[in-house]
């Protein structure tokens, strides 16, 4: 094993305990050392694990590991083709500096990094895939237009892929958390989720028993802030029904709300789609959304609502009865 290589784990181990440590490595002048190792085969795996642990503790500790030039040369680890470590230590990296500001996010952006990062997500195994997923999220958190960008890059397929068929809850929650991010900010970024069929994902994640808390949480989360920005009527049809979670639900039916009363051809697809029968299905306690559901009834003529309320085939049968 070389010198360099245990001398780079030493500092990565040291770094990893506190700021105050990280910040003496750093006035040693341990990253101008340590970052062009990022390119030696042989070590850098250390220090890409070293540089990380720098960036985690502080801004001020991330932007001096940005100004050991690490961009865009360490986007290029992420498709190392020998070692996986030597991947997720880029990955881990790159999170640990995305985390901070927009600025320091921008910084990635700008280098090109986003496509990269998709495709590690894309690639990876299993739990290496959680740091670029998370810095997907972090990256998508700060700003629209930086929330834009991750959608440009395709990251929304293997976010929902992630989300749908990882082992580990933790990969799950992290994903629907990262989906959240990128859909809260408007319509336009809401539509992009609900395109990736991430919905039907979400609430899957919500309702599986065998899902943990923190996914459960995250997966519920994601749900309210996407569907709140969501005026994609198509993308709502498949959660809107009776079984559906009333604590869903009712953000799925002020969306409805927000849209058919002001749109003719979306209110007349409503009804024709069975939405509005849907609609008077749904039996709750709850004030708030019955007088949503109120409210949307009143979009239309009383008969029409009549008719697509449940029984109404029976009634009209006996009316006929009554009059032959």
Known sequence: MSLKKVAASALAHICS?????????????????????????????QACACLSHIAKHSVELAELVVEGEIFPKIFALLKDPEDPVVRKNAATCIREIAKHTPELSLLIVNAGGLPAIVDYVSQADEDSKLPGIMTLGFISAFTEIMASNVIKAKAIGPLGY??????????????????????????DHARAVAEGNIFPKLMDAYLSPKASDDLKAKAKRALKFVI?????????????????????????????????????????????????????????????????????????????????????????????????
Not at 28 to 41: F, K, Q, R, V, Y
Not at 171 to 186: D, F, N, Y
Not at 254 to 265: H, R
């Open 228 to 324: 709140q920005k969501c005026v994609y009527l198509d993308a709502l049809n498949p959660l809107l029904h009776e079984k559906a979670p009333q604590n869903i639900l009712k953000y799925v039916v002020k969306q409805y709300a927000k849209v058919l009363p002001n749109d003719v051809e979306a209110k007349k697809k409503f009804a024709e789609g069975r939405g509005l029968a849907k609609l008077q299905l749904i039996q709750t306690d709850d004030n708030e959304l019955m007088e949503t559901i109120k409210l949307i009834n009143t979009c239309y003529p009383e008969e029409v609502v009549k008719y697509y309320s449940p029984g109404y085939d029976k009634e009209l049968l006996g009316k006929i009865n009554d009059e032959l």
């Open 17 to 45: 305990h506190s700021p105050e440590l990280a910040q003496a490595v750093v006035d040693a002048e341990g990253i101008p050392d340590i970052a062009p190792l990022i390119e030696n085969s042989k070590v850098k795996r």
């Open 162 to 187: 992630a989300l749908s068929t990882a082992s580990s809850d933790h990969v799950k929650a992290a994903a629907a958390w990262t989906l959240g991010q990128i859909g809260r900010h408007s319509s």
